[in-house]
């Protein structure tokens, strides 16, 4: 069983940044996969970013590609999301997500979400 609890949303201008994190209850956060979705009213939950268990690969969605960064530390069993050069269309409730398998939609374990807001 792993819990996830998501911190760091807020309200920012176009252009500025904000960085997510992620903690995760339990001791076996270094065997899961982690990753990182988002959603806004009426629509389906959208890809952002995933990492291995290992760190050793990280692959992201189109639509953030070169402004995000995914990263985590097995030690303090948590994931983060830097987000850089924020415009808009990134509002959404941000969610984190683990799977000892890969990370999809269907995932094993969510977090309750961090709204995050950019303001124009």
């Known amino acids: 069983q792993v819990q996830l609890v998501e911190s760091g949303g807020g309200l920012v201008q176009a252009g500025g940044s904000l960085r997510l994190s992620c903690a995760a209850s339990?001791?076996?956060?270094?065997?899961?996969?982690m990753g990182w979705f988002r959603q806004t009213p009426g629509k389906e939950r959208e890809f952002v970013a995933t990492?291995?268990?290992?760190?050793?690969?990280?692959y992201y969605g189109d639509s953030v590609k070169g402004r995000f960064t995914i990263s985590r530390d097995n030690a303090k069993n948590t994931v983060y999301l830097q987000m850089n050069s924020l415009k808009p269309e990134d509002t959404a409730v941000y969610y984190c997500?683990?799977?000892?398998?890969?990370?999809?939609?269907?995932?094993?374990?969510w977090g309750q979400g961090t709204q995050v807001t950019v303001s124009s």
């Open positions: 990492i291995s268990w290992s760190g050793g690969w990280i």
């Open positions: 997500a683990a799977d000892q398998n890969f990370i999809s939609i269907r995932s094993d374990y």
């Open positions: 339990g001791r076996t956060f270094s065997r899961y996969h």
